[in-house]
């Protein structure tokens, strides 16, 4: 993978213009040309998606300004208009030279502008940024001896980015009017914290052992985080598990047309999206309090105090630049369905040669 270097682009990205007599792709290979039609990754493959969400995850992409993410995104689109209307059999080939500076701008592309309306996402908002503005909220909810109203804050505040994150980040082909958007975070903040700090609250409580609890207090942040970010998900998008999202095929030359909204599609992009967070809790959440008392026990780190909390932050914020790409590339940002596990009016699909149609696509959202 390609270290992200900001791309400085001149005169409003323009492009170079370059003739070439090549006569068939094997030769364009030998003479080093690259065809840029296809993604750089398998996206296919988990590994291929590992690849490509490791690069768009990038916290470097927010180095880029505003101007050069648009510069950004009009090279993209420049290149693209070129593309031959064939994109299934067609290939549009440029140097090497000419390919890395594609994909280092289809990276900045790909990290901060939403792929449904081509707007630059809010800079704390963009999946680049998970690991930096999550590691501040966890620093507030890691200070030492918290009150209720320091608790509740601070799932507050975790929550409302959560929102945040889920909002910019959503299908946008089901939009959301302000009052729908207010009454969403309303319900989902107050319920993600009420799941948060009763969870926290209620443990101590049990009646169990000591060994019991310390168990259970180990996992009440995984599983209150884990369900309250499911809460916080449903909440924000649940026009999209009422209405649906676009639904999408491909026509014989490989270009998109859509041809309609699925419920069924919609509740299947958000069950996805809460897995893959469910998934990136899971280690952000075990791994590291398990290996700081570890450390403890070694007498590496101290018990407690201003050191320990470094430690702890330092653990979490490894583990979430570790883990966020592997749990987001566990399913396909653009994901295939047969039309058969759709509506009814989805199963008879034919293409122009009257043959049923196997595949659809939809866009899950991160």
Not at 58 to 85: I, M, N, Q
Not at 196 to 225: D, E, N, Q, W, Y
Not at 254 to 282: E, F, Y
């Amino acid at each position: 993978m390609t270290p992200l270097v900001a791309p400085m682009f001149g005169s409003a990205g323009q492009l170079p213009k370059y003739t070439f007599a090549i006569n068939s792709v094997s030769e364009a290979a030998d003479a080093g040309m690259v065809d840029i039609t296809k993604s750089r990754y398998d996206l296919s493959t988990f590994t291929g998606r590992l690849q490509h969400f490791t690069s768009v995850t990038s916290p470097l992409t927010l180095l880029a300004s505003t101007s050069e993410l648009k510069a950004a995104r009009d090279l993209v689109d420049g290149y693209e208009a070129k593309f031959p209307s064939d994109r299934r059999q067609g290939v549009y080939l440029v140097t090497r030279p000419e390919a890395e500076k594609y994909w280092r701008a289809r990276q900045l592309v790909d990290s901060s502008v939403h792929p449904d309306t081509g707007e630059v996402i809010t800079l704390p908002f963009r999946m680049s940024a998970f690991v930096p503005t999550n590691l501040l909220v966890v620093a507030g909810m890691l200070m030492p001896n918290p009150s209720l109203a320091g608790i509740v804050f601070w799932q507050w505040v975790n929550q409302s980015l959560n929102v945040a994150v889920n909002y910019s980040n959503a299908n946008k082909s089901v939009p959301m009017n302000m009052r729908e958007v207010g009454t969403a975070y309303a319900a989902a903040t107050t319920s993600a914290v009420a799941i948060a700090v009763g969870m926290s609250r209620a443990v101590p409580r049990l009646p169990l052992t000591p060994a019991a609890k310390s168990i259970l207090a180990t996992l009440v942040p995984f599983v209150s985080v884990a369900s309250a970010g499911i809460v916080n998900i449903s909440c924000m998008r649940w026009k999209e598990i009422r209405d649906g999202v676009g639904i999408y095929i491909r026509d014989k030359n490989g270009n998109r047309h859509k041809i309609g909204d699925s419920p069924i599609a919609g509740q299947r992009a958000v069950a996805m999206t809460a897995a893959s967070r469910v998934l990136t809790n899971i280690p952000t959440l075990i791994l590291p309090p398990l290996a700081l008392k570890y450390l403890q026990r070694r007498k590496l780190v101290p018990s407690s105090g201003p050191l320990a909390r470094a430690v702890d932050l330092t653990l979490i914020g490894t583990s979430l630049l570790v883990f966020l790409p592997p749990a987001i590339a566990t399913f396909p940002q653009v994901a295939d369905i047969d039309p058969a596990r759709l509506e009814p009016r989805f199963h008879q699909l034919r293409d122009d040669a009257g043959a049923r149609i196997s595949s659809v696509e939809f866009n899950k959202g991160l």
